[in-house]
């Protein structure tokens, strides 16, 4: 089976980060098995936020370091450990929080990519599309709304 690439359009009022967060709670209350993949300073915001963006919620997850153990249902891990295939293989729901494609994977995983309203934003999300299609992943565009997840 193909591996997914999920594209959802942000509007300027979304904060991305904030975002990613609500998006990771509907993944996890689906059951899914998520990985955050960041830059090392993205991804410590984003874990922070993961503990704060909703006062009685909590979201169990953890920063993956090299040799740590994976027991957590959210992982977040940075663009260090992406070539390191054997933390991916629970974990068929991964949100690319990077500028770079994610090419290297197995089949039947879902890669959500967002897309922020901004020129920059908008061509790195286009090379991303380009790259995903030539490796023959299913592509899927949306418009992300907070409301229908």
């Not at 293989?89 to 494609?101: D, L």
């Not at 879902?110 to 934003?121: A, G, K, L, R, S």
Request: one cysteine or more; proline letters at 1%; glycine letters at 2%.
């Amino acid at each position: 089976m193909k591996s997914t690439a999920n594209f959802y359009s942000l509007n300027r009022n979304h904060n991305l980060d904030l975002c990613i967060c609500s998006f990771v709670k509907f993944l996890y209350k689906k059951e899914n098995k998520i990985i955050i993949i960041s830059s090392d300073h993205k991804i410590e915001k984003i874990d922070k936020l993961l503990w704060t963006f909703e006062q009685n919620s909590f979201l169990p997850h953890k920063i993956y370091k090299d040799g740590d153990k994976v027991d957590t249902p959210i992982l977040l891990s940075t663009l260090n450990d992406i070539n390191n295939m054997e933390i991916y293989g629970e974990y068929k729901s991964i949100i690319n929080n990077q500028s770079a494609a994610i090419l290297k994977l197995a089949g039947d995983t879902n890669i959500y990519e967002f897309v922020e309203d901004d020129e920059t934003n908008k061509s790195i999300s286009r090379n991303k599309y380009s790259d995903y299609k030539k490796y023959n992943f299913t592509l899927l565009h949306k418009t992300y709304d907070e409301q229908a997840i």
